[in-house]
């Protein structure tokens, strides 16, 4: 572990989906079956999610940035609202709120788990606040105890971005199940995939039925639920709706993915814990902390980069590892350093200085179900080769 190994020994993809029998064979079903857009399958997918995480409603959509969108939109959230939403994160959890009219107010991250900071949480509240959104990043889950406290104390709604949190647990009970809302991602290099998709779950009756009948263009079918005679033609429009419907191709592939969660989820476990104690004695590239009372979905392997100690930056980093063919990401360049929240919001980095200079030390590691151990070693000797030969 002295020198580099040799260039190139190996192409390991920063992430792979593995794609099982059940899928292609749901797929070829469906496509056989002639019914394409959302139906039976969407039916049997939303009935199976919301058991795997002990949900009333489980409404399939077409993305987690649509759920995001309705379970906002269900809580009638627009101009003259806050929302909490910490900046270490996607694009589409503040985009959302944008959306609606509403404003998203940033929030600083905790140095050690990079999950939102309780207590920037508390800084930024104001009488406007009415939704707080934590992001359970890399899939381990926030400190939900605190945050529903939080909530409780000032009226507000937790809408939870779970799009890396799938299947984890706070407290040994399942995210999806926690709070208001729980929005699930099905992206196509998320813990499970889709290709595209997302899934809303909620155990309020309210909430599920707006979001469901937002889902389809405010479409309301009670009519003919109530009076069969008009047939099945019937429908009336009871709001502006979206189209964010999951077509049954797609619904198909989502059953086979969640049969394969558990597996899934004890592969990529085998990769966490292999990096972390490949990395515990190193001085110069640490692993996040995990919270002891969390079952982590490990969407991600994010390490931190001791850069004081080191001659070279992250980016120069990330060179060094793709040059020895090892794919990289990192998650996520804040959203108060993108030029949407500083021009139009007035966020400076210094406004929020933990996510600002963590940013800077960030890698985001391969880690996917069909990773093997020999994989899993050569990029450990990678990352620890790189760091040792450029350190201080
Ligand atoms: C992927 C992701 C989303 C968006 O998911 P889509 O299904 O692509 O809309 C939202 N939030 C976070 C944190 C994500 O990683």
Not at 164 to 179: E, K
Not at 207 to 216: E, I, N, V
Request: proline share 5%; glycine share 6%.
């Amino acid at each position: 572990m002295s020198s580099t190994p040799s260039k190139i020994e190996m192409s390991i993809p920063f992430f792979r989906a593995t794609i099982g029998q059940e899928e292609m064979d749901g797929v070829m079903e469906t496509l056989a079956s002639g019914w394409l857009t959302s139906g039976p399958k969407v039916k049997a997918f939303e009935k199976e999610f919301a058991e795997a995480v002990g949900a009333k409603h489980a409404i399939a959509v077409n993305s987690a940035t649509a759920a995001l969108h309705l379970a906002l939109e269900s809580l009638n959230i627009g101009p003259g609202d806050e929302v909490l939403v910490p900046t270490m994160t996607f694009a589409a959890t503040a985009e959302v709120v944008i959306h609606l009219g509403a404003t998203p107010v940033l929030v600083d991250c905790d140095p050690g788990t990079l999950n939102v900071s309780l207590s920037d949480l508390a800084a930024k509240r104001t009488a406007k606040t009415k939704v707080v959104m934590p992001v359970h990043y890399a899939g381990q889950p926030c400190q939900m105890q605190e945050i529903a406290d939080f909530a409780d104390q000032h009226g507000l709604h937790v809408v939870e971005d779970a799009a890396h949190a799938f299947p984890a647990a706070y407290r040994g009970q399942a995210i999806g199940s926690l709070s208001l809302a729980t929005c699930f991602s099905f992206y196509a290099n998320k813990t499970m995939t889709t290709g595209e998709g997302g899934m809303l779950t909620t155990n309020d009756d309210a909430t599920a039925d707006r979001a469901r009948k937002m889902s389809l263009h405010g479409l309301s079918r009670g009519a003919w639920n109530r009076f069969t005679a008009k047939g099945s033609w019937y429908y009336e429009i009871e709001a502006p709706g979206y189209k964010y419907n999951l077509p049954d191709v797609a619904a198909a592939i989502g059953l086979g993915q969640l049969h394969q969660a558990e597996n899934f989820l004890q592969e990529r476990r085998r990769c966490a814990a292999r990096y972390i104690s490949a990395f515990a004695d190193s001085k110069l590239i640490d692993t996040l902390e995990q919270s002891p009372d969390v079952d982590s979905a490990w969407h991600l392997l994010v390490i931190k980069l001791n850069l004081p100690a080191l001659s070279i930056d992250r980016s120069e980093f990330i060179v060094k590892l793709n040059e020895a063919g090892i794919g990289t990401s990192v998650h996520y360049t804040p959203l108060h350093l993108h030029p949407l929240y500083r021009e139009r919001f007035g966020y400076k980095p210094e406004d929020m200085p933990i996510a600002s200079g963590v940013f800077e030390q960030i890698v985001s590691l391969p880690i996917f179900p069909s990773m093997t151990d020999e994989q899993l070693e050569y990029v450990i000797d990678n990352v620890l080769a790189i760091a040792a030969e450029h350190q201080r």
